[in-house]
């Protein structure tokens, strides 16, 4: 019998949440620069769980003695030894506690430790830098994605997990031997062939080198794990599969995410390594241009004979890619007016106009809904309207706009000339019939004091208004049924979203990639793998070169179309010069690309993606996958195959001679794409959900067919009807959930400070299932009960909140259910995924509120406390909250001043015991809710009203252990240190006993009329 994989016991999920938090702010040579594509996931996420999916628990019986002495060679001895030492005290908990000194933890301190300092900051209640919280020696650091030590030892450790499993009875240190002559044969092969000069020309010896690298590489990859994504998407999980040496395959169905992938996992791989020219040769190839870029890019020419370029790969794509702006704007440039300093601008402000709907007035209204070009701490610039008659003009002035708010609030227009209003309604028939005609509004510059916002003089706007008469592309838009798009406004064609300048641009340069592409001297596959880069590069210009961007006052700069998942009409908008140096312009374009190829060329492991839909048995021979780690659609959030149809159309026009067959259909292929989108289906709710379930089902069979070990699921929609689904495939591809982990990735670090807590996934570890016959509901109810109490506690104690909390208790519910082929309910009939989830979440709650079994209201009171603390939280997350199995309305909660909604009623938060004395909450029976009563206390308390005290704690709390002291238990556990209940209720603590004691005595003829009648 195998051991069981880390993934299904223990997870540092702390530790990755912080690094996947810190990943999102990463920007330079980071994966998602390269290109868009929606809902990545974070690298330290998808390495932590590759890893984690591929090497055993060494704690498990069954571990081979191996792998234990590769744990204790590697990572317990020498600098290691300290490096990997576990937490004296675990600095992200509550509870003072250790973690054992052991080869599980030693482990999981690999993956992910919290570094010296961050560990102190926590225990002091202090927040660290971001890029400072994990120590340096963890694989999951950004940091240490090059670096040849932690990389290694992460290879070879998942060398020896497989290969002491595959092999009985192999040593540690024979697998490390077989390690060592594998891995440096890899080394040599590159150093031989990399030292070859001019090995752009294959000769035969370039040809043998290249084979060895080649062989060797397989040779590794042959005794490595295999890992299958079968949604890949932007490939960080693939990428990070490769990267751990592992042989790693993707699957996406949408052709510009395959050539995304390709971009990411393929070519740096292949491609990105130095080369070194003989100068004769560099000169004929890239002549002064090329000697051009060699200085700006610092590439020392220190030998008269040769030049070694440290990435062929990145410095011929910014080669061609220069020349190709060179050559457009030779073409194009003069369609760009500089600015009245005869600079180029960074961009051209417009702001859409209508037409006032008053009769008498039909002034032409610019439809801004704010006045302000640049907001930031330091410097801001404002619109002044200068309005006569109906002619409305603008001066640009410094410092603080008398007048805010704009006259568009969202798309109800209020005529700056006469006060009609025109109505949204009124605005989209006329974006719809006579179109609403942009306005040049100013000139966006750079200096070197920074942007810079002029008026546009008579030549700029005489230049920008010329008509360009281009045929724009015909290709439609897909309506999206989850809305988020430019129909009501007319905008129907992608075209639409462009000017014709900027269609026009657009053409030309990719007239001229296509032309350069004559220039290359290289092997074919180098040729397609740069034009892939070129194309790529096109793509993010066209991006930033559309009406429906915006410019980002409070930052200043350009943002381009679709930073969400949805494409909003924009009234106005900033049109990039593409010829400029600044953000949005074809020059800083290339630099995004350059630093991801030049930041994932190290390694010499590529994965291998196929654009193909995912669901097909044969694909793989059956249990031939070592692990599949995926990341599925979530359900019907984003709409990849309509989206991605933007890039799509410029993809056909620039790379259809590379991917004939990747590029054929005239848009990207929608029916088999896995999601659940009725705008796909008639409009049908119904039937886009049974695609989406049916989909997903046949694609977790093939992959149980497939793989012979875990299969590792990131989802991250919150919804339980998407939970439903995923644990329905799950169980219906015979799987069971092994382990599941909560990881956030919006989540501020430092449990203690009381952070909130936002957006989370959760990763659920399933294998194939052995299901022991049938079961009733009744029976196997206690042992899903204490599951998941053990789960929130855990995750409780590891500082997560929020609703996350409850779902990510949804796999600990599963996991008991599947171990049956079906659980019965008492009539007879099957218990559904949708009632054990149901079952699951009053659990959780019920576990959240430990047990308490007190009355509905001091149970929100304190389920509430637990989930958000005493911040302000949106309205929705009330409604949210009710339907956890209370008996108790919104309103109610409201009404008795348990919430606090704030003037605009779209925040609350939870009343602190004075503020529930506001008004509402005057009876104190015995009947009122208990939370009433320790709120009553702690005022007393706070007022020294001894004898009211005493004769209050006679009533209700005689006994220490009885509800009415736990809730104060509980809520000193909870409330904010600094807060002033938290005061109130240490105090009442410290002298409980006394207090009791004295309560005895207390004369008994007080009567409670009212919680605060001593006001
Ligand atoms: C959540 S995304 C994956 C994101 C990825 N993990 C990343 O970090 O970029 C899901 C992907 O599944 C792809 N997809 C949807 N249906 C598919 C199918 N039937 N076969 C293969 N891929 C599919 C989508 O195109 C999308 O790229």
Redo the contacts with the bound molecule.
Sequence with gaps: MKAKKLIEVAMPIKEISAESVRDKGIRQGH?STLHL?????PLPT?RAVVFASLVPDPLDDNCPKAFKDAIRDLLCSGFASTIYRPYKEIPYTTAEDSMEDNLRNRLLMFIGKFSEICQRNMLAGQNTTPKDQISNGSLIKWESKNDPVIIRTARELIWVAYNSEKYDNQSYEALSKQFDVAYSSILECESALYGITDRHIRTQNVIEHENALFDAISHFQDNMPSVF?????????PLEAARLGCRSFG????PV?HIIEKGSVEFPQKYGKPITYSKAKFESIYGEDGVTLLAEKDIPQLSSDFITIPNRLSFDFAYYAKKIIKVTEDEVGDFYPRDINGDKPVAYYWARTAVCSNPSCRAEVPLLSQFYLCKTARKKYYLKPVISGKNIQFEIHSGTAAQVEGWNKRGNVTCPCCGSVTSVEQLKAQSCTTGLKPRLIAIIGDSSNGKTYTLPTAHTRQILSHELHVEKPQDPMTRNSNGGDTFPWGFTKWADLMSYRQVNTLYTFIKNLNEIKKEFVFEEDYCNALKTYLALWIDRIAACNTSMGFWNSARETLERIMGRQAIPMRFEFPESNPFCGSSGGASSQIEWITRFIEEESPSPFSAICFN????EIEQFPEKSISAVV?????YDA?A??DL?DFFYIWLKRTLSDTYDRVLATPQTPKN????ALKHHHDGDYDKAKNHFEN?LLD?FKAIEKQTNDVVSI?FAHQSTEAWTTLCDSILGANMNIEGSWTIDTEMQAGFKTNQDYLESSVTVACRPAERKGHARFKSIKSSIHEKVSQEVKTLYELGFRGPDLLTACFGKAVSVFGNYESVEKSDGSEVTVAELLELARASAYTALVRDFAGDDYTKFYIGWLQLNGMNDTDFDDATKFTRVGLNVDISDIFAANILIKDETARKQHLASFRERRIDGVRDVSDERPLIDKVHRAMYLWESSERNALLQYIARYGQDINNEFWRVLVVLKDLLPISSDDYKQVSGLLQNAEALIRSSKDAPKNVQEASLFDNE
């Design positions: 994966i594509w929606w809902a990545r996931r998808c994504d079968p949604f890949a998407g932007g490939g960080a999980i699957n996406d169905i949408n995410a193909t839909a995912s669901g995926t990341d599925p659609p979530y984003i990849y195959a991605s088999e794409e896995c999601t989909k694609i990131m």
